[in-house]
């Protein structure tokens, strides 16, 4: 049974700094990719950040690029997201997602191209 496992959210004040993890199990093949999304109350599902976990590759929303980093642990099967400097707007549920089917015609972070995806973490930034 293929499970993705978020953990690591909390409430935090602005400027502070959290760290979430993805524990991904069950997955009978190598996946293409694993990626961060978040959802705020009101709002469409947005991506975050992308790692290809063969080569390390990575990609980010330009509302986080110089304060989030996703990494990853492949002998563990765990993705990371650490998150600088988190402001208000960072407030959401966050979700980690992983793509184990070959697709063309979807950017890196369109919610489409994953086909599994984790319950999600809270991430609560206030004062």
């Known amino acids: 049974q293929v499970q993705l496992v978020e953990s690591g959210g909390g409430l935090v004040q602005p400027g502070g700094s959290l760290s979430l993890s993805c524990a991904a199990s069950g997955f009978t093949s190598d996946y293409y990719a694993i990626a961060w999304f978040r959802q705020a109350p009101g709002k469409e599902r947005e991506g975050v950040s992308w790692i290809n976990p063969n080569d390390g590759s990575t990609y980010y929303a330009d509302s986080v690029k110089g304060r989030f980093t996703i990494s990853r642990d492949n002998a563990k099967n765990t993705v990371y997201l650490q998150m600088l400097s988190l402001k208000p707007e960072d407030t959401a549920v966050y979700y980690c997602?992983?793509?184990?089917?070959?697709?063309?015609?979807?950017?890196?972070?369109?919610?489409?191209?994953?086909?599994?995806w984790g319950q999600g973490t809270q991430v609560t930034v206030s004062p």
């Open positions: 997602a992983a793509q184990v089917k070959f697709r063309t015609g979807y950017s890196r972070l369109n919610a489409r191209r994953y086909d599994y």
